[in-house]
């Protein structure tokens, strides 16, 4: 089992819709961190979010920690192409900070 | 360019086989972690090194094995290749245990 799951798995929707997607775990984290990766590139830190029921944004996206700190969503308003790419959740485990990954979103934006 | 460098970019080769695979850090960072990407596992954590030293381990086979350098570049060796071997290899790199990672473009890695 994963300790991440990211739904849904495929999102493809037209420039202009807004779209959310979630990532949910049945443990505790002291943070999350959400990652978007482009084709043929590596994973880029979005944000980070620490406490329970904190909302971040950046520019069109909106960020939530869900109030026990056990999951997380992403809100991506007017989707462009720019957005169409691969999107992470993360979080650290272990006493080395290791980064564990969601299993993914692959979101594609068409025109 | 998130300053991490990896080589090769691509890679190509046969079962069996041995390879290794480069990365040179963001210039003063010491951590150094080296990801596995497949399309059936996702991105699966394997090894960290920390100022040379190994400090993680994650599911990283017998078959590989990593070191980092005093320079702090690292590199990931991979050995008796096997087909589902086949993959994106990402390294990344921070400043310490509690900064955000930076990723290279990474390796992909093809056995035939």
């Known amino acids: 089992t994963q300790l991440l799951e990211q739904s849904p798995q495929f999102l493809s929707i037209q420039e202009g819709e807004n779209l959310t997607v979630y990532c949910n775990s049945s443990?505790?984290?002291?943070?999350l961190q959400w990652y978007r990766q482009e084709p043929g590139e590596g994973p880029v830190l979005l944000v980070t979010?620490?406490?329970?029921?904190e909302v971040k944004k950046l520019k069109r996206l909106t960020f939530q920690f869900g109030d026990a700190r056990k999951d997380s969503s992403l809100h991506i308003t007017a989707a462009q192409p720019g957005d169409t790419g691969l999107y992470l959740c993360?979080?650290?485990?272990?006493?080395?900070?290791?980064?564990?990954f969601g299993t993914g979103t692959r979101l594609q934006v068409m025109l | 360019d998130s300053g991490v460098t990896q080589t090769p970019k691509h890679l190509i080769t046969a079962t069996g086989q041995r390879v290794t695979l480069r990365c040179s850090p963001r210039?003063?960072?010491?951590?150094v972690y080296w990801y596995q990407q497949s399309l059936d596992q996702g991105l699966q954590f394997l090894i960290q090194?920390?100022?040379?030293?190994?400090?993680a381990k994650g599911n990283i086979l017998e078959r590989f094995s990593a070191q980092q350098f005093p320079d702090l570049h690292s590199e990931l060796n991979l050995s008796s290749l096997e087909l589902g071997d086949s993959a994106l290899y990402f390294c990344?790199?921070?400043?310490?245990?509690?900064?955000?990672?930076?990723f290279g473009n990474g390796t992909r890695l093809t056995v035939t």
């Open positions: 990344a790199s921070s400043v310490d245990r509690n900064s955000p990672l930076h």
């Open positions: 443990s505790v984290f002291s943070s």
């Open positions: 979010v620490v406490t329970g029921g």
């Open positions: 993360a979080v650290t485990t272990g006493t080395a900070s290791k980064l564990t």
């Open positions: 210039s003063g960072d010491l951590s």
């Open positions: 090194y920390y100022n040379g030293e190994e400090r």
